[in-house]
């Protein structure tokens, strides 16, 4: 993910959305335009103010769509998991 987004390991360490962005299978097939974004929105969620992340995320319906599938991933796992 690191190589991939052009992040520098700090970065990629401290945004909370690192554990999220590795879980993404598909992150090598997205459009350039959309790793860039990504990359700005993990370096916005690290910044003192969240507006701009939350305005970027908002913004990406990749992401947006990704983050959806691992939450259902993870709930399907926490049910199996209950029973």
Do not use: K
């Amino acid at each position: 993910m690191v190589t991939l987004l052009r992040l520098d390991r700090g970065e990629a360490m401290q945004s909370p959305l690192a554990e999220l962005v590795v879980m993404i299978d598909d992150l090598e097939d997205w459009p350039r335009a959309d790793r860039v974004e990504l990359r700005s929105l993990i370096r916005a969620r690290t910044a003192p103010r969240e507006l701009d992340y939350v305005r970027r995320l908002r913004g990406h319906r990749r992401l947006r769509a990704a983050l959806a599938r691992i939450a259902g991933q993870i709930r399907t796992v926490n049910v199996a998991t209950q029973r």
